[in-house]
C-alpha cells in the first residue's frame, strides 16, 4: 500500500480511538465529578477544543486521502485514449505471427476491462506507468553514458 495512504490510515484509526463515545463520555464523566464549577468549565472548553482540532484533521486527512485516490485514478477519457492508441503501436512492432498476442492485448486494454479493473482498485499509474518510467529511464541512462564512455575512450 502506498506510504501516504498508510500514514493517513493510522493517523484516521488513531483519532478515531481518540474520540470514541465511551473515551469523550468518561472524560467528560471526570470534568463533572470534581465539583469545582470552574475546573469543570475548564475541562470541557478543553475537550470542545480537543474535538474540534480532531474534526479538523480528519477533514485534512480525508482531503489528502481523496487527492492521492484521484491522482491515481484515470479519467474515462484517458481510459478511451490508451485502449484506442495502444493497440495501433503494438500491432506495428509485433510480427506477423503474434495476432493471438495482439487480440490479448486487445482484450487487456479494452475500455471494458480498464474500466472494471480500475474500479476494483487497480492502479494503472503504479502498476504500468512506473515500470515504464524506469525502463525509458535506464534506456536513456544506456544510451547516454555509451557516447561518453566512447569519447573517454577516445581520448
Known amino acids: 500500500m502506498d506510504p501516504i495512504v498508510t500514514t493517513a490510515s493510522a493517523q484516521i484509526l488513531e483519532i478515531a480511538a481518540r474520540t ?7 472524560r467528560v464523566r471526570r470534568a463533572r465529578a470534581d465539583h469545582d464549577r470552574d475546573a469543570t468549565i475548564e ?6 477544543n480537543d474535538l ?10 480525508a482531503q ?9 485514478r484515470l ?3 484517458e481510459i478511451g485514449f490508451i485502449s484506442e492508441q495502444i493497440i495501433p503501436v503494438f500491432e506495428d512492432f509485433a510480427d506477423e505471427d503474434a ?7 486487445k482484450k487487456l486494454l479494452s475500455v471494458e476491462l480498464l474500466t472494471i479493473m480500475q474500479t476494483i ?12 518510467t524506469e525502463i525509458v529511464r535506464s534506456q536513456l541512462l544506456a544510451r547516454l553514458s555509451a557516447p561518453a564512455a566512447s569519447a573517454t575512450d577516445a581520448n
Request: hydrophobic fraction near 35%; aromatic fraction near 6%; avoid cysteine.
Open 20 to 26: 470514541t463515545v465511551d473515551s469523550v463520555t468518561a
Open 99 to 105: 495476432s493471438e498476442t495482439i487480440e490479448a492485448v
Open 75 to 77: 479519467t474515462p477519457t
Open 121 to 132: 482498485g487497480f492502479n494503472y499509474r503504479q502498476a504500468l506507468g512506473e515500470p515504464l
Open 43 to 48: 475541562q470541557m472548553d478543553e475537550i470542545i
Open 64 to 72: 489528502g486521502l481523496e487527492e492521492q485516490f484521484v491522482s491515481q
Open 52 to 61: 474540534q482540532r480532531d474534526r479538523a484533521d480528519l477533514v485534512r486527512l
